[in-house]
């Protein structure tokens, strides 16, 4: 059985290190899919996914992003990756943030990976809070809102960030009430 957990490092080091679109589609099999759920964004196939990468994502990052891994579940066929991306919004990031603008923000964003692999990546199926992001690069106000930002990312990194903070917002009710 191949080193799955391998491949996707590898994968993953030629997305946010190397900033590398080929490189990146190297560790891909001949038929890959790639859905940015939040965004609705990502390709069907190689060229599209290719294109994606080069003009979209992993040529686009920001030079300070880090990843922080914070567990791994590996099966016979998939790898689940919980992590945290780290960046500077310093540039346009079109893969979470279509048509934002560059805030200047310090992120950090908890992301889950799906990555099923068969010796290459197949396919991944990326997920994260758009409402955190948004939150995080200023376009959200959560005095209005029931949503969180970056206390999502740091009780993952050192569980000490209070729970539960949303409820006093309400006065121990759930939801606006009759």
């Known amino acids: 059985m191949d080193d799955l957990g391998a491949v996707f490092d590898e994968h ?25 759920l939040p ?9 599209e996914i290719f294109r994606f990468y080069r003009d979209h994502f992993v040529t686009k990052w920001p030079k300070d992003t880090l990843v922080h ?3 791994r579940t590996i099966g016979s066929r998939q790898i689940v990756d919980e992590l945290v991306m780290e960046f500077t919004h310093d540039s346009p990031i079109d893969a979470l943030l279509p048509g934002a603008a560059p805030s200047g923000k310090h992120v950090l964003l908890p992301v889950v990976v799906v990555g ?11 997920y994260w809070d758009q409402a955190c ?11 209005a809102l ?3 930002g970056v206390e999502q990312a740091l009780n993952l990194i050192d569980g000490t960030y209070a729970t539960n903070t949303l409820l006093a ?3 121990g009710t759930v939801g606006p009430g009759p």
């Open 12 to 36: 993953v080091r030629a997305e946010f290190e190397a900033h590398d679109a080929s490189a990146t589609m190297a560790t891909m099999s001949a038929q890959p899919h790639l859905y940015h």
């Open 39 to 47: 965004t609705m964004l990502g390709g069907n196939d190689r060229d």
């Open 69 to 71: 891994r914070i567990s």
């Open 116 to 126: 099923f692999c068969d010796g290459k990546v197949a396919y991944e199926h990326i």
């Open 133 to 143: 992001l948004l939150e995080q690069v200023g376009l959200l106000d959560r005095a």
């Open 146 to 148: 029931p949503i969180t």
């Open 169 to 171: 917002r309400c006065d």
